[in-house]
């Protein structure tokens, strides 16, 4: 069993075992061998839930999700928790993180492999975060099922060779893979930032120092508009505005627009409603199940990730120092890391009205 598929077996565990699954009785002996295999694991971290109470009660009691129907994502074809219930969706990204989709579509794994940004969620913004998707529920924050964290010492957690903070969030693009078989035209998506301030990779020597690869992991461009009504566009603008505000009151910054486009079924046509994402409520429409263009062509998604930069914590305070510096001889600009949370917003929430265009009845 290789890296990724044992990283995946400690998340399907510690998922699964609240539940009531894999109890059994193991003597002194099967005790010892676990303890032994904790401890000296490189990849198969111990991990535990944080606030399991607080999750449980946003998906039972706000995301209509039962805890048998949240668990059966977890689990094979044949109702076993093992390691074949994920798959590794690769690294996004310039976090390092590694990303994991359970097998029906429903749920993302995301590891949180920074000490800054693992902190800043569990310690700052996860009660903010708790009270706000309880009152919000057309809010365009992912949905957060679970964060697990590694429990006690062990080998591959001192050495960092396995993630030690993983969060468990809905899919937005729940239902792709399920239009591509039926032969519907793949669904495009679209991880939008602010692109107008300095980033190295880009703005250094025309980019020239830094490969295509590299490049290809910054913000994503949109080169069109989503053709709202009216009341759609302030719907929109609504909740990205009081969304972004609790990031900005937290002082995160860097989170990015994921957006969603897949063709509209048309009169006539065989083709479906795009399947709804588990956690449903409220009732569709809304952002999260798809909003139809109100010029007929596309249905779109969208959604506010990575919000676990925060400017207090002493890694973004170093990054900041360091382009300070930097701006003293070249005079390139803030990154969207080192600039403050409320320039940030205002930026981002720009980017989002630049990019919608409403049609007036």
Known sequence: MGR???????????IVKTNGANKRSIGPLGVLLALFSAVFSLYQLALRKVRPADFANLRRKYWDVSDDDYTASFRTGEGKAGAESLKAIGDMGFSGSTFYSTTDQKYLVKSLPRHSEHSFFSEDLLTPYVEYMATHPRSLLVRICDLLAASGWSMGRFLRSAPSHHIVMDNVMYGGNEAKRRGEADWENWDLKPTSYFFPERDIAGGALTSEATKSKLADKFH???????????????????????????????????????????????????????????????WRTGVASADGKYIFRASILDFFWAKHKAHARFMTFLIDLWNVLFKHGHMSITTTPDEYRERFLKMCRSIVQIKDD
């Open 224 to 286: 069109d508009k989503i053709v709202l009504r009216r009341e759609q566009a302030d719907d929109l603008f609504a909740s990205l505005e009081a969304d972004t505000k609790l990031l900005a009151e937290h002082n995160a910054v860097d989170y990015s627009l994921f957006l969603v486009r897949m063709s509209a079924p048309h009169h006539g046509s065989s083709s479906v409603v795009p399947t709804n994402p588990p956690l449903v409520p409220p009732s569709p429409p809304t």
């Open 4 to 14: 990724q598929e044992k990283i995946a077996r400690s998340v399907v565990h510690t």
